[in-house]
């Protein structure tokens, strides 16, 4: 089974480095591959470490889909009216199928879904830290769209030419999916922030609220960031971590300035040399406590997950029953 590796960042890195100093030849020929930008399918030869930073790099992400349902399907209920209720609900639905083909995709790489979903359900997996905040008003549900999409779709474009041929043909979809997901939440923003004082107040504050954890969705500073240098080099991630925040936010400010709304970021001022926007320093202290499962909404969103499976316990033995049942058929046959 696969577990979730416990040590420290120190001895996560020096193991790297001794397993990376016995090279064998298919390691070598391994990286040529890569170097030569083929994907790598299944059966292919993988070093172990390659095939476990994946596991690890998939199954957070398809964890991630799964608990970013909740936040959103918290405001389901209360949707304004039907056109967005239905909007909601598909959105929710899209993220599930996204989980699925994660899961799917981290199945090739041998290990079982049910042993991903049972660490989840132990609070031993990780998942993006964004899912521990609370959505507390309905304009969230936009910010979420607009910014947490926003941020997903920026970090997962690169990954539709990662180097792992079912991730990245599984991202081709989920990006194609994100794009609408961010467009529908943008667009939500757009009708509060044009609308009443007090709607306007209300997605002044999920922006206040939502900007900065989803900044952290890319992960540590490139300093900090056990994995980066290693996953560059055999093309699972494309860019770094800094990277990416810093397109993120180059593309999202002038969007913001459009809805007539202020980043809380005093520090945030155009730099005209660099050719990107400039920004104030981000709380590592609260993204850390985060990842280490000290989130606002980190029981909740287990316990939820929890009761979700357990509620779902029928529909999986009918599923079963009937999957066996058209096997017999096709048997007799
Ligand atoms: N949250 O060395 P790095 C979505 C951990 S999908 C929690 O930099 P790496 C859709 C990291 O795991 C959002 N933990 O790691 C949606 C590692 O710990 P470990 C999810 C984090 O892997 C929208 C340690 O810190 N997207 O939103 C986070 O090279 C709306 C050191 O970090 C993906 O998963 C974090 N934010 O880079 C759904 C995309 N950041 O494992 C519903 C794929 C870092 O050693 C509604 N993943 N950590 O114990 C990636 O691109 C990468 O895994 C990164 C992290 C960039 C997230």
Redesign the pocket.
Known sequence: MYT??LRT?EQ?QKDQQEQLATVTEDDAAFQERIDDDQFIEPKDYMPEAYRKTLI??IA??AH??IV??L??GNWVTRAPSLRRKLILIAKIQD?AG?GLYLYSAAETLGVARDDLVQELHEGKA??????NYPSLNWADIGA??WL??G??IT??IP?CRTSYGPYARAMVRVCKE?SF?QRQGYELMMAMAKGSEAQKEMAQDALNRWWWPSL?????PDAE????AQ?MAWKI?RFT?DE?RQRFIDATIPQAEALGLTVPDPDLKWNEERGHYDYGEIDWDEFWA??RGEGICARDRIRDRVNAYEDGAWVREAAEAYAAKQNQKAAVA
Do not use: C
């Not at 952290?216 to 540590?220: L, V, Y």
């Open positions: 979730t590796d960042k996560k690890r790099q957070q992400h991630s889909e970013g349902m936040p959103e993220e996204h990780k998942y993006s830290t964004i899912f979420i769209g947490v999409d941020a997903a970090n997962q990954l994100e997901h952290m969705m890319f992960g540590p960031s056990t994995h980066t996953s991630k971590n990416l985060v990842v």
